[in-house]
């Protein structure tokens, strides 16, 4: 069973930065794809970063390319978004998710697993 746990959110002014993690208190996730999406308020949920089961292969959205960074510790069953300048229009519950096919994908129905989500503003 994976369960994922995301945490790292909060309130941070506009540039200000914040690294969410995603842990798997369940079975190890070494070889899951994992991504991380976002909700903001009205809006649909949106891709925002994947990374590959090894690490080795990463893709963001546009919006966030060259500000997020998407990474991965198999060791301690644990993914991380690093998310440096921050925007008001960043602002969403940011989700974690997991996906069997190893790979990474930009869909969110090829993910099986989805954590509760964790809170993330950006105020300007």
């Known amino acids: 069973q994976v369960q994922l746990v995301e945490s790292g959110g909060g309130l941070v002014q506009a540039g200000g930065s914040l690294r969410l993690s995603c842990a798997n208190s369940?079975?190890?996730?070494?070889?899951?794809?994992m991504a991380w999406f976002r909700q903001a308020p009205g809006k649909e949920r949106e891709f925002v970063a994947a990374?590959?089961?090894?690490?080795?292969?990463?893709s963001y959205a546009d919006s966030v390319k060259g500000r997020f960074t998407i990474s991965r510790d198999n060791a301690k069953n644990t993914v991380y978004l690093q998310m440096n300048s921050l925007k008001p229009e960043d602002t969403a519950v940011y989700y974690c998710?997991?996906?069997?096919?190893?790979?990474?994908?930009?869909?969110?129905?090829?993910?099986?697993?989805w954590g509760q989500g964790t809170q993330v503003t950006v105020s300007s």
């Open positions: 998710a997991a996906a069997r096919r190893g790979s990474w994908s930009r869909v969110e129905y090829e993910y099986d697993y």
């Open positions: 369940g079975r190890t996730f070494s070889n899951y794809g």
């Open positions: 990374i590959s089961w090894s690490g080795f292969s990463t």
